[in-house]
């Protein structure tokens, strides 16, 4: 069965294809959707093709699916319409999947649940790694607070954090926005700092 | 008791009235709580509709009856009991491609026939087949650029390529090349004009003066089901399309749809197309277009069969659908004109006395009957001054000379 991967995001693509390989499927390609990926994708004569459902290009798509002489059968979103369940799971992982008409639904099952998984586990990734970027600018801005603290009242670091979280607490605010307004403030009064 | 409901949407500038009754209180009034789900295409539109991820989407109006008809995946019944505007396309070429049609944008704006014509010269002269962006097969802009094209002889599966990708990635596919020139919703058609990338070569108004645009489409069966709360909806968007229509609040409208959350694009480009001042070409002073885009005047969001008939007519032409007495009667009927007035039976809305009209005959504004209120019908003729009446699609089919 052959396997194609449309995707933007290359790290996406990958976890997708690492979880299929280790499936047994080893026919897989992936095509990013710009320029001719349309042509691309023609010529490989895919069984399957996989695509984010947020994916702009899914209309591209599906008009390549309507006119194409080169793909014999037309090809039909999801594997099974009657099963609802199956389709509200892929449409909340974000997954599109085009079928080969014809195409058991025993075959294809297997590859669409995997898929739900792995985009699943890819948004999972992507939201630790939001949280991480978040914690980092969060904590540049707790630092410039800080220093603006210890300058101009004096304080040691620890004595300026310890004010920050008080005052955050006092006011039922997270740190960084105490830590932000306070910047703010000290770039509008002209704090130099 | 609140309710919440999930209604899809593609950032345009015609998504004004259910951000409005989101963010002005008007659904609020209702009773309704709307989460408004962004997307990206209309594939992922439809298919949350369909799938019943949403309740209701802002939706081309052929795609839902495209959808109801089995020709776009998933064959689902949809009702559009609600038009959630009028008109709002516009087509821009390459400049490049532009300086082989009349160099004042004016007058090729206002004379669509002529525009038609040299825009067919400019093809032979022009380095490949023009490639010409078009949001979706089953889309209003489609549609009306086929027709367009096909008045001048032009065959538009033959002559140019169509080739389909979404309003937001028009301005990008543009600059690389990838397309000649684009036809889309507001603020796409601006945004390319102001980044120096293309001119504007002809609006919908002039081509259909009342066109058919997006509509607030549900799956039929959960519109059966909720009739309570699609009416409560019903009466909110009405409210708020009067809100939108009312020039006075199209820079509040503009600045509401610029937020990220809706359309995340310059508040001066979306207000263009919202009060009709149209810049043509990158620095120039705008045309006027009054009727550029109409949200509540005349019965606007009134789902009128006909129209829905049209563009049946025009699925048919083109070979989009089979042409059969159930086709035509399943096509009519996703448009909902019962809804829309039992919906607003008891409002202020001015309510059309029929279903059904002749389309294209109206040349300027008709006062009509009306249950209530009083209802004048703007014009609403075709360019080329084509009549069509609903009970007669076979003859004005063949009306059209074949282009193949």
């Not at chain 1, 499927?25 to 490989?44: K, N, Q, S, T």
């Not at chain 1, 969060?138 to 603290?149: C, G, P, Q, T």
């Not at chain 2, 006075?248 to 409208?253: C, I, S, V």
């Not at chain 2, 990220?260 to 149209?278: A, F, K, T, V």
Request: net charge negative; charged share 25%.
């Amino acid at each position: 069965m052959r396997i194609v991967i449309i995707d933007d995001s290359g790290l996406r693509a990958t976890v997708l294809e690492e979880g299929l390989r280790e499936a047994g499927y080893d026919d897989i390609h992936i095509v990013p959707p710009r320029g001719a990926f349309v042509a691309r994708l023609e010529r490989m004569a895919p069984d399957v093709v996989l695509m984010d459902l947020g994916s702009p290009s899914r209309d591209t798509l599906e008009e390549m699916l309507t006119v194409s002489r080169a793909l014999a059968r037309p090809i039909a979103m999801f594997v099974d319409q009657s099963d609802e369940a199956m389709i509200g799971a892929a449409i909340d992982a974000g997954v599109s999947a085009y079928v080969v008409d014809g195409l058991r639904k025993e075959r294809v099952k297997p590859v669409l649940e995997l898929a739900v998984r792995r985009f699943n586990a890819f948004a999972r990734i992507q939201a630790e790694l939001e949280e991480a970027r978040n914690a980092l600018s969060d904590r540049k801005v707790i630092d410039r607070a800080k220093s603006i603290l210890m300058a101009q009242r004096s304080l040691s670091e620890q004595e300026a954090y310890a004010l920050l979280r008080s005052s955050a607490m006092n006011q039922g605010k997270k740190i960084v926005d105490v830590a932000q307004a306070l910047i703010t403030a000290s770039d509008l009064l002209g704090g130099g700092l | 008791m609140t309710t919440n409901l999930r209604i899809a949407f593609l950032p345009l500038n015609d998504v004004a009235v259910l951000a409005a009754a989101r963010e002005r209180g008007f659904a609020e009034e209702e009773g309704l709580s709307l989460d408004l789900l962004r997307t990206t295409s209309w594939a992922t539109l439809r298919d949350r509709l369909v799938y019943g991820q949403v309740q209701a989407a802002h939706m081309l109006a052929p795609l839902a009856v495209a959808v109801t008809l089995g020709l776009s995946q998933q064959p689902a019944a949809l009702a559009a009991p609600y038009k959630l505007g009028v008109n709002g396309n516009m087509l821009v070429m390459a400049k490049d491609f532009a300086a082989a049609l009349d160099p004042d944008p004016a007058s090729r704006i206002a004379d669509p026939l002529a525009a038609a014509h040299d825009f067919a010269a400019a093809i032979g002269l022009w380095r490949r087949k023009p490639v010409i962006g078009v949001v979706h097969r089953f889309s209003s802009h489609a549609l009306m650029l086929r027709y367009w094209l096909a008045s001048a002889g032009v065959d538009p599966d033959r002559d140019v390529v169509l080739r389909v990708l979404p309003p937001s990635l028009t301005v990008e596919a543009l600059h690389a090349g990838e397309i000649d020139g684009f036809i889309a919703g507001e603020p796409w058609g601006s945004a390319a004009v102001e980044a120096g990338l293309a001119e504007t070569v002809a609006v919908g108004e002039r081509i259909w003066q009342r066109g058919v645009e997006k509509v607030l489409a549900f799956r039929e069966n959960w519109l059966e089901e909720n009739s309570e709360t699609v009416d409560r909806l019903l009466r909110a968007l009405a409210r708020a399309a009067v809100w939108c229509d009312d020039p006075e609040n199209h820079e509040a409208l503009a600045q509401l749809l610029a937020d990220p959350r809706y359309l995340d694009q310059p508040s001066d480009l979306i207000r263009r197309g919202l009060s009709g001042q149209i810049v043509a070409r990158a620095g120039e002073a705008p045309i006027a277009h009054p009727d550029f885009m109409l949200f509540s005047r005349e019965a606007t969001p009134f789902p009128w069969r006909s129209q829905a008939l049209w563009i049946y007519s025009q699925l048919v032409r083109w070979g989009m659908a089979e042409h059969s007495p159930e086709n035509a009667a399943k096509a009519g009927g996703v448009f909902r004109p019962d809804v829309f007035r039992r919906a607003l039976a008891g409002s202020d809305v001015p309510m059309p006395g029929a279903s059904m009209k002749l389309e294209g005959a109206v040349a300027s504004p008709l006062a009509v009957g009306s249950r209530k209120g009083d209802l004048t019908l703007g014009p609403d003729r075709f360019f080329d001054g084509r009549i069509f009446d609903p009970e007669q699609i076979d003859d004005y089919l063949a009306g059209f000379v074949q282009v193949r």
